[in-house]
């Protein structure tokens, strides 16, 4: 794993600076004056909070517009690597507590992760997690299950590369399945539960996938 550097690290606390400022204020200067009574604290930490992440979604993505993520094998000390170091800062600092969390229910969940970049078709949820948003496309009435994790990152030694995963339309990715960087899916496919597909791996229309690391079980035409 490459170390974070220092640059990347205060160029980062340089936004989230400005991130926090621009969320606490929003929160007391709307909310600040008006007559909460005993819940006056509450209201306003709960405000602030909200406002915090409205304001970093707005940041990240224009973080994301001047310094997009590079699709391929990641060169050490290049423009490429500063951002997708930051890209983990942001997710590290701010956005892991939000995606990896139970808490908020899953159609809120499916606008987080547009806010934060993913293409997501009309009807499709996510009950799992999508590690790189910004990277991770979906078609329509696609599910997700319970725990399954997507990542469009590959971290291996020193070795860094990013890899976009593209999912079709009517595909169904079961629970606790592993979906690495690079996976392409096409419409109608079905991951069982606890799969783990490997990088790259090309899921053809209507096939069914399963096992560790997962392989073709059947096309659906068979079933």
């Known amino acids: 794993m490459r170390k974070i550097t220092a640059q990347q690290i205060t160029f980062f606390f340089m936004m989230f600076g400005v991130i926090l400022f621009l969320g606490i204020g929003t929160a007391y200067g709307l909310l600040g004056k008006l007559p909460l009574g005993d819940f006056r604290g509450m209201t306003l930490v ?3 909070i909200v406002f915090v992440y409205l304001y970093a979604f707005a940041v990240y993505r224009m973080f994301l517009r001047f310094m997009p993520l590079k699709e391929g094998d990641i060169v050490e000390g290049s423009r490429e690597e500063f951002a997708a170091q930051v890209n983990i800062l942001f997710y590290l600092m701010l956005f892991n507590s939000l995606i990896r969390t139970h808490f908020l229910p899953v159609p809120l969940m499916r606008l987080i992760y547009q806010a934060l970049g993913a293409r997501l078709g009309d009807n499709t949820y996510s009950a799992g ?3 790189d948003p910004a990277l991770t496309e979906f078609g329509v009435n696609c ?4 725990d399954a994790v997507l990542f469009c990152h590959a971290i291996e030694g020193k070795h ?3 890899s976009r995963i593209r999912v079709g339309d009517n595909v169904t990715i079961g629970a606790t399945a592993v979906i690495m960087s690079g996976v392409n899916i096409g419409d109608g496919a079905i991951v069982s539960a606890g799969s783990v597909v490997l990088k790259n791996t090309q899921i053809g229309p209507n096939e069914i996938w399963g096992g560790v690391p997962a392989k073709r079980l059947i096309r659906k035409e068979q079933v």
Do not use: K, R, V
Request: glycine fraction near 16%; charged fraction near 0%; hydrophobic fraction near 60%.
């Open 143 to 146: 599910i997700i299950g319970h």
């Open 160 to 162: 860094f590369s990013l």
């Open 46 to 48: 709960i405000g602030a």
């Open 129 to 131: 997690t999508l590690l």
